[in-house]
């Protein structure tokens, strides 16, 4: 059965993810950094509150992937606490100087993820060769990738993605950026079992007071008084229209 997994900013968002039938959540903290390790209250929470599975990312500051001696140790700290709230799987990833998957490091961190599943996340898209990063991360035995074919959406990465699910003799190719209902047929035509999407929309703030000329943000022009969530209309207008091309779930 064709799985979808909801990026949610949020633990609402989570649970509206949840009841709207997504299959598992990316839990992450920053939506305008592309995502970052989430707190401590919302992983707790989401322990306690969400039933399907949570795979929490584990990225310490925006930017590149490539990380210094101070950042792989926070890296480490997050996966060990993360492991010890009793987390299914964790959304990671890390790539050297020349672009290419650390391989050290990426040793350590799956010794320390043991008895949980291993998302390699979209710094795959960053790095130098695909393929080889591919065979990389089948020999580390890392769960799943997380890509949009190293293109600005998934949609234009199709040919890449093909070829990856193709090649792949481990790894679960999960297409992520820009999926939505619009274009999810396309992913599922290629043979792609997972698919990753945001499902989501910026919801108005609920204050009616609203202080004029202070901003808690360096760009000027960023609407503080809105915030991205999920819309669980979509995720479940998603999960039906995969119902629908799922040949699976079609025979089942």
Do not use: W
């Amino acid at each position: 059965m064709i799985k979808l997994e909801v990026c949610c900013f949020s633990v609402d968002c989570a649970l509206t993810a949840e009841r709207a039938g997504a299959d598992r959540i990316e839990l992450c903290a920053s939506q305008s950094e592309g995502g970052l390790t989430p707190s401590y209250g919302t992983l707790r929470l989401a322990r306690e509150r969400v039933a399907i599975p949570v795979h929490p990312i584990v990225r310490p500051r925006g930017g590149d992937f490539c990380y210094g001696a101070v950042d792989f140790e926070v890296i480490k700290q997050d996966i060990r606490h993360i492991r010890e709230m009793g987390f299914p799987g964790v959304v990671v990833g890390m790539l050297d100087e020349e672009g290419h998957i650390d391989l050290p490091r990426m040793r350590e961190v799956m010794r320390l993820c043991e008895g949980m599943a291993v998302t390699f996340h979209r710094a795959f898209d960053m790095c130098q060769n695909p393929m080889v990063a591919l065979e990389q991360l089948t020999e580390l035995g890392v769960a799943r990738i997380l890509t949009s074919g190293q293109q600005q959406s998934a949609e234009l990465g199709l040919p890449l993605l093909r070829d990856l699910r193709q090649a792949s003799q481990g790894p679960v190719i999960m297409a992520g950026a820009g999926v939505r209902l619009s274009n999810l047929h396309k992913f599922v035509d290629i043979g792609l079992h997972e698919l990753h999407s945001s499902s989501g929309h910026l919801a108005p703030s609920t204050m009616r007071y609203r202080k004029a000329g202070v901003t808690m943000c360096s760009d000027n022009e960023f609407d503080e008084f809105s915030h991205y969530c999920v819309d669980g209309e979509m995720v479940e207008a998603m999960k039906n229209a995969l119902a629908l091309v799922d040949p699976l779930a079609q025979s089942a």
